[in-house]
Structures are given as structure tokens and as C-alpha cells.
């Protein structure tokens, strides 16, 4: 399994980026799939993912220093989507792609799995 992420970049203060990411390979089941970061000094962090569970559905979630400026979405299966706007300094960071996902014949175990973090500078 891979998770293969891309975009990012540098941007000013109050501008847009967008970041996706596609997970590839043996995949049965996509449990949980979305976006952490990870700020020179600090902890890595949720930013936005989804978690599907064949009882209660797909749920989002998002860190509440994203809510209102970032859209997180699902556009197939395996690729998701993260549409930053409204950027601010304090949003510079390494962000990572994340998934916990069951592969084929694996008695449904969920495994986590980590893309390649992609920069994302925001200058003021």
C-alpha cells in the first residue's frame, strides 16, 4: 500500500493551495483517510479525515483551526482532496497523508500508513 500525496507549496498570507492524495495497492477497505501536519517544534496534528464504518456511515472531521478555510474531500475512493484557503502563517507545516486501511486477506485488520509529508509555507 501507498499513500502518493502532492501540491503544497509557498504562498502570502490569505492565499489558496491544495493538496490531494491516492492511495494505492492491495486496499480491501479504507477505514479512516485524511490530512495531519506538522509545525517545526510541535506535535503532528489532525487537520481533516474521514472515518467510514459500514454501521453508521462516513463521518468528517476537521481541527477546529480548519474549519470555516479548508474543504476536505473524498473525490473517489482512494483520493482525497484538501482545498486550503484563507492561509495564515500558523498553517506552515509539514502535512502528511494518513489512512488506516485493511489489505486484501488480512482478516480485517486495519494498518496505518503514512504518505510522504509535502511543505506548506504560508509567508505574512
Known amino acids: 500500500v501507498q499513500l502518493q500525496a502532492s501540491g503544497g507549496g509557498s504562498v502570502q498570507s490569505g492565499g489558496s493551495l491544495r493538496l490531494s492524495c491516492a492511495a494505492s495497492?492491495?486496499?480491501?477497505?479504507?477505514?479512516?483517510m485524511g490530512w495531519y501536519r506538522q509545525a517545526p517544534g510541535k506535535q503532528r496534528e489532525l487537520v481533516a479525515t474521514?472515518?467510514?464504518?459500514?454501521?453508521?456511515?462516513?463521518?468528517t472531521n476537521y481541527a477546529d483551526s480548519a474549519k470555516g478555510r479548508f474543504t476536505f474531500s473524498r473525490d473517489d475512493y482512494y483520493t482525497v482532496t484538501l482545498q486550503m484557503n484563507s492561509l495564515k502563517p500558523e498553517d506552515t507545516a509539514v502535512y502528511y497523508c494518513?489512512?488506516?486501511?485493511?489489505?486484501?486477506?488480512?482478516?480485517?485488520?486495519?494498518?496505518?500508513?503514512w504518505g510522504k509529508g509535502t511543505q506548506v509555507t504560508v509567508s505574512s
Open positions: 474521514f472515518t467510514h464504518s459500514f454501521s453508521t456511515g462516513t463521518s
Open positions: 495497492g492491495n486496499i480491501f477497505n479504507i477505514n479512516v
Open positions: 494518513y489512512a488506516e486501511i485493511v489489505v486484501a486477506n488480512t482478516k480485517n485488520i486495519g494498518v496505518d500508513y
